[in-house]
């Protein structure tokens, strides 16, 4: 009798000897879960904030988007003392254009034409100029009130020689705009310039190379603008009127302002410079 109370007795011990151990093995695995959790849940995080630091970087390099803020006037049409349209000196191109809606309308000075694209995106706006012309700004007018999913989104500017090595200068974004969008147009000296010499001392003499970047226009042979992305996801694009404007020169200055014996200006026009002596 005594023998079976102590066979059960051990059996019992035995038995919850074995529960505690696997309650105990059962606590230690999830303790160990838990811990494998938590610990890929910190590498996640940490992945998830180098790709961001990593973004931040390209944004940095590649040079962020900007966003634009629409104004009723265009300031660079009201001062012609320092900036002129030159938009009359080039060859302007569609990638494509419904009929009656191309480049005349873009050009010709009333925002109640448009410019309506036809076909896949991106759509682009081809600017090309005879001779390297100096270019501060590009503006466009744009009604999101009218155009709706037709009004671009965003906008990337692009200069080049030829349409094959255009590089791209300026990525603006439009929330809406209505009215007059300006994207300034500003870069390093460029090396082939005919007064480079001039800008090398005037490097010398002011240590702020951002500031002399910033100061001077971009020279190019082209200009691209191409509509990366419509409002609402759109297809087709509409753009109103696009202004693009140069530096005015010391020379042109002096033509224009400099007034002749009798206090008359000097003619700019080739169809008024006949006038401008008597034979």
């Not at 009218?146 to 671009?152: C, F, G, I, Q």
């Not at 990525?171 to 809406?176: P, T």
């Not at 001392?201 to 226009?217: G, K």
Request: include cysteine; proline fraction near 4%.
């Amino acid at each position: 009798m005594f023998f079976l109370f102590f066979q059960s007795s051990f059996f019992l011990n035995i038995y919850h000897t074995l529960v505690e151990t696997n309650q105990i093995g059962n606590v230690r695995k999830k303790q160990e879960e838990e811990d494998s959790h938590e610990e890929e849940e910190e590498e996640e995080v940490e992945e998830e904030e180098d790709d961001d630091v990593d973004e931040d970087e390209d944004s940095g390099r590649d040079g962020s988007s900007e966003i634009l803020v629409a104004t009723s006037t265009l300031a660079s049409l009201s001062n012609p003392e320092s900036i002129r349209e030159i938009g009359h000196e080039a060859v302007w191109s569609l990638s494509t254009a419904k009929p009656g809606n191309g480049v005349t309308q873009i050009r010709d000075s009333s925002v109640d034409t448009y410019w309506q694209s036809d076909g896949g995106q991106p759509h682009l706006i081809n600017i090309q100029f005879s001779k390297r012309a100096a270019v501060c700004e590009v503006a466009f007018y744009l009604d999101y009130s009218l155009d709706e999913s037709y009004t671009p989104k965003q906008l990337s500017i692009r200069t080049g020689i030829t349409f094959h090595d255009l590089v791209e200068v300026k990525l603006v974004e439009l929330n809406q705009p209505v009215g007059w969008c300006s994207v300034p147009l500003f870069g390093p000296i460029d090396p082939l310039d005919d007064d480079e010499e001039d800008n090398m001392e005037n490097d010398a003499e002011n240590t702020d190379s951002n500031h002399n970047n910033r100061n001077q226009p971009i020279r190019t042979h082209f200009v691209q603008i191409c509509v990366v992305s419509m409002h609402q996801n759109g297809r087709d694009t509409h753009i109103r009127q696009v202004k693009i404007f140069g530096p005015r020169t010391e020379g042109e200055l002096v033509d224009r302002y400099v007034p002749l014996t009798g206090g008359l200006p000097r003619f700019q026009t080739v169809a008024m410079s006949q006038y401008s002596t008597i034979r």
